[in-house]
C-alpha cells in the first residue's frame, strides 16, 4: 500500500472509532407538557416529560435487583439476601445502593422490569422566572415533573442525551441520542380574542358545525373565562354557548363571563339566509353556499 494511501487509511479508521455527539440526532417519542398552556400572570405550572424509552435488563448496572440472581417471591421471607424485600413479587435490593442518582437510574424496581438507557438532562426556560425553576440541571428521571410560576408567555426546552458511558447499550444504536422537546405557555394579559369560525358546510344538509370552546382555548388556566362573545358579520347570528340560547345582532357584543368549556354553535338567522340566493345541499347534490357566522371570543383572567 502507498504511504499517503496507508496514511489515509489510518485516519479514516481512527475517526470511525470516536462518538461525536454533537452530531447524534434528535429521536423521535416522548411526552413534554407545561400546563396550563393558556395561562395567567402568577399562574403555577407544571412541566411534565416521560422520555418513553424502552426498559431493558441489559441497562442495569446492577442487575436483577442488585442481587446475584432473579429470584421470585411471595413475601420478604421468601427472600434470602439479607434487607433485601419482595417488590411486586421479586426480591431486590436496589435500597442498599447509597448513590440516590445510581439507585434511581441503575437499579430495577421491581427486579425484572429492567432499566432505561443512561440519561442526562437540563429544562431551559426563556425568559427565566423568578424565581427560577428548581432542579433545572442533571436530570436523570426518564419520567418527572418540576413546577414554576410564570409572569409572561414563555418557552420550555427540555435538553436531554441518552448516554453509553459503560458499553453497556452496545447493540441498540436506535436508543442513542438526543431528546430534545419543547412546550410554550402563552400568557393572557390582560386579554386575548380568538375567532370561532363556524363556517359553512353541505353534509346532505346545510349546516354550520359547532366549536368546542376547549379546542379553541386549549390548556386554559381555571383563573380565565370568556368575558365577551361579538358578532362581527352585517347580519343576525343565532347558536347557542354550553346550552344556554345566543341571538347577536351586527356588531353586537354580548358580557358573559363563562368557563372556557362547552360547545359553541352559530349560524346566520333564518330570516337572512331567506334573502340570500337560493343554496342546494343534500345526500347526493350541491350548489351554492351560504356564508359562514363566525364571532369573536375575548378571554381574561379573573384574581387570583
Given at each position: 500500500?502507498?504511504?499517503?494511501?496507508?496514511?489515509?487509511?489510518?485516519?479514516?479508521?481512527?475517526?470511525?472509532?470516536?462518538?461525536?455527539?454533537?452530531?447524534?440526532?434528535?429521536?423521535?417519542?416522548?411526552?413534554?407538557?407545561?400546563?396550563?398552556?393558556?395561562?395567567?400572570?402568577?399562574?403555577?405550572?407544571?412541566?411534565?416529560?416521560?422520555?418513553?424509552?424502552?426498559?431493558?435488563?441489559?441497562?442495569?448496572r446492577f442487575?436483577?435487583?442488585?442481587?446475584?440472581?432473579?429470584?421470585?417471591?411471595?413475601?420478604?421471607?421468601?427472600?434470602?439476601?439479607?434487607?433485601?424485600?419482595?417488590?411486586?413479587?421479586?426480591?431486590?435490593?436496589?435500597?442498599?445502593?447509597?448513590?440516590?442518582?445510581?439507585?434511581?437510574?441503575?437499579c430495577a424496581?421491581?427486579?425484572?422490569?429492567?432499566?432505561?438507557?443512561?440519561?442526562?438532562?437540563?429544562?431551559?426556560?426563556?425568559?427565566?422566572?423568578?424565581?427560577?425553576?428548581?432542579?433545572?440541571?442533571?436530570?436523570?428521571?426518564?419520567?418527572?415533573?418540576?413546577?414554576?410560576?410564570?409572569?409572561?408567555?414563555?418557552?420550555?426546552?427540555?435538553?436531554?442525551?441518552?448516554?453509553?458511558?459503560?458499553?453497556?447499550?452496545?447493540?441498540?444504536?436506535?436508543?442513542?441520542?438526543?431528546?430534545?422537546?419543547?412546550?410554550?405557555?402563552?400568557?393572557?394579559?390582560?386579554?386575548?380574542?380568538?375567532?370561532?369560525?363556524?363556517?359553512?358546510?353541505?353534509?346532505?344538509?346545510?349546516?354550520?358545525?359547532?366549536?368546542?370552546?376547549e379546542t379553541?382555548?386549549?390548556?386554559?388556566?381555571?383563573?380565565?373565562?370568556?368575558?365577551?362573545?361579538?358578532?362581527?358579520?352585517?347580519?343576525?347570528?343565532?347558536?347557542?354557548?354550553?346550552?344556554?340560547?345566543?341571538?347577536?345582532?351586527?356588531?353586537?357584543?354580548?358580557?358573559?363571563?363563562?368557563?372556557?368549556?362547552?360547545?359553541?354553535?352559530?349560524?346566520?338567522?333564518?330570516?337572512?339566509?331567506?334573502?340570500?340566493?337560493?343554496?342546494?345541499?343534500?345526500?347526493?347534490?350541491?350548489?351554492?353556499?351560504?356564508?359562514?357566522?363566525?364571532?369573536?371570543?375575548?378571554?381574561?383572567?379573573?384574581?387570583?
Amino acid at each position: 500500500m502507498k504511504p499517503l494511501l496507508l496514511v489515509l487509511f489510518i485516519a479514516l479508521s481512527l475517526s470511525g472509532c470516536t462518538l461525536n455527539r454533537a452530531g447524534l440526532a434528535a429521536m423521535p417519542g416522548g411526552e413534554f407538557t407545561a400546563t396550563p398552556a393558556l395561562a395567567c400572570p402568577g399562574d403555577t405550572v407544571t412541566i411534565a416529560w416521560d422520555t418513553q424509552r424502552p426498559r431493558q435488563s441489559s441497562f442495569c448496572r446492577f442487575p436483577n435487583g442488585n442481587l446475584p440472581e432473579l429470584q421470585s417471591c411471595g413475601s420478604s421471607l421468601d427472600c434470602t439476601v439479607g434487607g433485601s424485600i419482595c417488590l411486586d413479587g421479586y426480591c431486590n435490593l436496589c435500597l442498599a445502593i447509597a448513590d440516590e442518582q445510581e439507585r434511581r437510574s441503575e437499579c430495577a424496581a421491581p427486579s425484572n422490569r429492567g432499566c432505561q438507557p443512561d440519561f442526562n438532562a437540563r429544562i431551559r426556560i426563556t425568559p427565566e422566572p423568578t424565581p427560577p425553576l428548581v432542579a433545572a440541571e442533571d436530570i436523570v428521571e426518564h419520567r418527572g415533573e418540576r413546577t414554576f410560576v410564570v409572569q409572561e408567555t414563555t418557552d420550555i426546552a427540555f435538553l436531554s442525551e441518552v448516554a453509553d458511558p459503560e458499553g453497556n447499550r452496545a447493540g441498540h444504536p436506535d436508543w442513542l441520542g438526543r431528546i430534545d422537546l419543547n412546550a410554550r405557555v402563552e400568557v393572557v394579559d390582560p386579554e386575548l380574542v380568538r375567532t370561532a369560525a363556524n363556517a359553512y358546510e353541505c353534509r346532505g344538509r346545510a349546516s354550520w358545525p359547532g366549536t368546542r370552546l376547549e379546542t379553541l382555548f386549549p390548556g386554559a388556566s381555571p383563573r380565565l373565562r370568556v368575558l365577551t362573545v361579538r358578532n362581527p358579520n352585517p347580519f343576525v347570528v343565532v347558536g347557542s354557548i354550553d346550552g344556554t340560547p345566543l341571538r347577536l345582532a351586527p356588531r353586537e357584543v354580548r358580557e358573559l363571563g363563562l368557563l372556557p368549556q362547552g360547545e359553541l354553535q352559530a349560524q346566520p338567522d333564518a330570516d337572512f339566509l331567506r334573502t340570500l340566493p337560493p343554496v342546494q345541499c343534500s345526500a347526493i347534490f350541491s350548489s351554492g353556499s351560504y356564508p359562514s357566522a363566525p364571532l369573536e371570543l375575548t378571554l381574561g383572567c379573573t384574581p387570583p
